[in-house]
């Protein structure tokens, strides 16, 4: 069977100081963690998911964000 790649990409304003950034990224997780959660409900046995999260600005570049935290 063949690997599906999905994409979701977040656009926001207004994250302006450490306290949304935070915010965001916790949002950020949640998210992955059901997407990932309910993806190994769908898929069953076989190799588990992977997910990657980042965020992206033009000041800092790209910044991997774990789902783990």
Known sequence: MATKVF?????????D??????AITHALREA????????????GDGPAP????????????RTDISIME
């Open 7 to 15: 994409h979701i990409e977040l656009k926001v304003q207004g994250v």
């Open 17 to 22: 100081s450490p306290e949304r950034m935070d």
């Open 32 to 43: 992955g963690r059901q997407l990932i959660a309910s993806a190994v409900l769908i898929c």
């Open 50 to 61: 992977e997910i990657e999260l980042s965020g992206e600005d033009f000041v800092e570049g």
